[in-house]
């Protein structure tokens, strides 16, 4: 797992600042007093024991000698042993606060067995309560870390007024809404993890860790209706734990409310304020988007202080092709002391009273707080799909536009499985050649199974920022098939730079729990949440749509089989889009006014 833990430890710089020792120079530029240097006392592997028995390995940092300090917890599965968490351990010691490391259950140095997610929620309640018994405790704990180790931050909370403060990074309660959107598995990122984590088993077992990920991409099961799985059931059954999550991707529906994925039952439950740390590019935007709104409205007591930073980067570090990149680090950097400082330390520094969202304007390239979620000033304004029936790559005759239509001709593709639209940026984990972002989209714009609607160049810049969504009027010859669309910011020089994306497969276009395969050549509605941007369209860029049947491998395939026949029964779909006066296939975008 060593390109996931390149991709998320970074995040504060950590790897760059503090690998040659310098938390001094970290602190400053972070905005946090770096302190006096002062002897640390640390204890390796000390063995904490879980309410079954289990021990799981953990680390502690605490300044030298007498004295009761407030505590920082990361509990993740990458590996504590690593020169990073010595050196964060200086910088919150320095400035007053004891630092814990775990190996979560059944990684490293960790008793137990593996399987992700599932022993979370107890492990973090019995881990924090262990912490509260401790000598050096003051009564206060906050929580760090991003991705696995930020769920492990949000599960922790629930019924837990021991948690004074969370910062979650790139994370959210609700994983299920990050292995599927809409109901296609969020394939290069679910796979290559899961595939990681094996080999990072095998090698704790002393065996060869050589596996690959399987990047084929067939996840199209035989339609049926969910049967949830008994979380209380399947927690305590060792062939399930030994056979490992893979078997619940097949049916989205299956584990769609298990407790470890769902987040929903325990907003309520929760009083402690979380800093979440979002990404335009990130795969965890939309369901971190939905916590943090979920947070303010249900949470109790100061959850409802929870703030949210959304930045312009992927699952990682912030992007140098969007603005400032030390700009981006610092404001993050800041945002976290300063929150530990208030809540555990009660410093007055107006943390919890700064505004509720810090965002990143791309294409203009400044932050700027905001209030509320959507922006109140927000004009939802539709921009309807229109051609003269040859919207057919970047060459067509695509446009969008604010006029509705009248009678227009549909627009034809055809969609072959075998042949699919190439992964080109995008929000997800990045693995080998594919990698999130706004990347170059090359030469997709010019594939026949790709249609592209553009706007005239813009006579005034125009800012959208908010939730994104695409009505689409469709059908198929398929059985089941997908819808992709992707919203881009296209320059003068006709350079496309990607902003958002969106898809949905056919047979869940009405939930989960009991989809059922469309009729060949019937018209259905569909809404494809692109989740949500902040951009500066600048005058003479166009605003952009492409609608189109695949993104792989970031999306599996859809075989357009409904499942039947296996993964050898490929069927090329003919899809048509239509956009008419009965049937407005429109985009909608959150146009702020200026």
Known sequence: MKTFRRRLLPLLTAAALFSGGCYSLAGKFLGSDPGKPTRVAVEKNLMVPMRDGVRLATDIYRPAGEG???????????????????????????????????????????????????????DGHDTIEWLTRQPWYNGKIGMFGGSYFGYTQIVSTPDNDHVTCTVPLLATGSIH????????????????WLVGERNAQLKRAGLPANLEPDFTGFFNEPVRDARPIDFEVARRDPEMIKAGPEAWLKHPGDSEFMPPLNFDPFYAKVSTPALMVAGWYDMFLGAQ?????????????????????????????????????????????????????????????????????KLYVMGENVWRDEYEW????TRFTEYFLHSGGAANTAKGDGSLSARAPGEEPTDRYQYDPRNPAPTAGGNFLGKGEWQPGPQDQGNIPLRPDVLVYMTEPLAVATEVTGPIKLILYAASSARD????????????????????????????????????????GKVYEYQLDLWATSNLFQKGHRIALWVTSSDFPQFDRNSNAAGEGGPDNIIVANQTIYHDSRRPSRLVLPVIPR
Not at 177 to 192: D, M
Not at 374 to 377: E, I, Q, S, T, V
Not at 481 to 490: G, P, Q, S, Y
């Open 177 to 192: 809404k990050i292995i599927f959107r809409n109901g296609v598995q969020e394939l290069v990122s679910i796979q290559g």
């Open 481 to 520: 098939t997908d819808w992709v669309a992707k919203l881009l910011d296209i320059d003068e020089k006709g350079k496309a730079r990607l902003l958002q994306q969106g898809v949905v497969r056919a047979r869940y276009r009405d939930g989960y729990q009991r989809p059922s395969a469309i009729e060949p």
């Open 68 to 122: 009761k300090y407030p505590v920082v917890i990361t509990r993740l599965p990458y590996g504590t042993d690593v020169s990073l968490f010595e050196q964060l351990s200086k910088l919150f010691t320095q400035n007053g606060y004891v630092f814990v490391a775990q190996d979560t259950r059944g990684e490293f140095d960790s008793e137990g067995d593996w399987f992700p997610m599932l022993p979370e929620y107890d």
């Open 374 to 377: 959507p922006l109140a000033r």
């Open 289 to 357: 988007i939905n916590d943090f709104i979920k947070m303010r409205e249900l949470g109790a007591g100061n959850a409802k202080k929870t703030r949210l930073i959304i930045a312009p980067m992927a699952h990682g570090m912030p992007t140098s092709r969007e603005g400032n990149l030390l700009s981006a680090i610092r404001v993050l950097g800041t945002s976290m002391m300063q929150w530990y400082d208030y809540w555990l330390k009660d410093k007055q520094n107006g943390a919890a009273d700064a505004a509720p969202i």
